[in-house]
């Protein structure tokens, strides 16, 4: 029989784990029964998301797969509300750390765009929903992304229809470090936003809301190469819907926010291993 290579998920598995040993701690508490580790527990929840699975799918799937299995360590299969168990105990802080390593698994110039999207909280169809008349309230999901290689570096989640001049510089702040020049559309239009990144030291590409002919002809002189960048956050929140599912699972707020931090680092993960 031909030996057969490193398959795609297998090269995920290993990279998550990885990860997950520098990021996640080895266990809950002293009181642990050590059967299983966090760290793998991270892995096989990062595995589920990307294969857009649930808790009992994932589980028969590591059922049929010794390598996977091999690979993460993992002597038992844990059962599927062990699984959940864990994502309870897996906090928000940790996942936004593992966010943090990925998005250094690829190359980063410092040209970030920032754009939002929904993220659909039901798996009904728009046509029931609509016939029954049922409102269903998406989360709205604001990305950072690197347009080198399309690496996801920070996500802002929110519940309510906060605007995006309000959740623009909390991002700023939070990864300033890693921003060059900031490109955004014109909901991004507010002046706080550029004196901030300016007192920052980034260079804004925003387009102005044209009230004005100053601020058309403001957008006449943009860098039109460098701003078209801008679709790229489009592309990525495009690939993610695709890849990963366009519908969040969890049923409560604070895992449906953790869920969108797993799946950008689960992007970044795979972009990874495709270069």
Same mark, same amino acid.
């Given at each position: ?69 091999? &690979? ?6 844990? @059962?599927? *509300? !062990?699984?959940? $168990? ?6 928000? %802080? /940790? ?52 347009? &080198? ?6 996500? @802002?989640? *929110? !519940?309510?229809? $906060? ?6 510089? %909390? /991002? ?104």
């Amino acid at each position: 029989m031909e030996k057969i290579g490193k398959t795609s998920i297998l090269k995920f598995v290993q990279t998550a784990y990885k990860l997950a040993q520098r990021t996640v701690p080895e266990y809950s508490s002293k009181f642990s029964k050590k059967t299983f580790t966090l760290q793998q527990h991270a892995v096989i929840i990062c595995l589920k998301i990307r294969e857009d699975k649930n808790y009992r799918e994932i589980v028969e799937m590591l059922v049929e797969m010794p390598r996977i299995r091999r &690979a993460i360590d993992l002597d038992e299969i844990p @059962h599927f *509300t !062990t699984l959940c $168990k864990a994502f309870d105990r897996l906090q928000t %802080k /940790l996942w936004r750390s593992l966010l943090e390593d990925t998005s250094q698994l690829l190359e980063l110039n410092g040209i970030v765009t920032i754009d939002s999207s929904g993220e659909e909280r039901s798996r009904a169809s728009r046509h029931y929903t609509k016939r029954i008349n049922l409102h269903i309230q998406e989360l709205k999901v604001t990305l950072l992304v690197d347009t &080198a290689e399309n690496a996801i570096i920070d996500a @802002h989640i *929110t !519940t309510t229809r $906060k605007h995006d001049t309000q959740i623009a510089p %909390k /991002l700023i702040k939070r990864c300033f470090e890693l921003i060059c020049t900031l490109l955004g559309d014109k909901g991004y239009d507010d002046q706080k936003i550029r004196e901030l990144a300016r007192n920052l030291g980034i260079r804004t590409l925003i387009k102005h809301r044209e009230f004005t002919n100053l601020h058309k002809a403001w957008n006449a002189r943009m860098d039109s190469d460098l701003y078209n960048q801008r679709n790229q956050s489009e592309s990525v929140n495009s690939s993610i819907g695709r890849n990963y599912g366009s519908h969040i699972r969890s049923r409560v707020w604070y895992r449906q926010f953790r869920e969108v931090i797993i799946k950008c680092s689960v992007h970044n993960i795979d972009r990874s291993i495709k270069n």
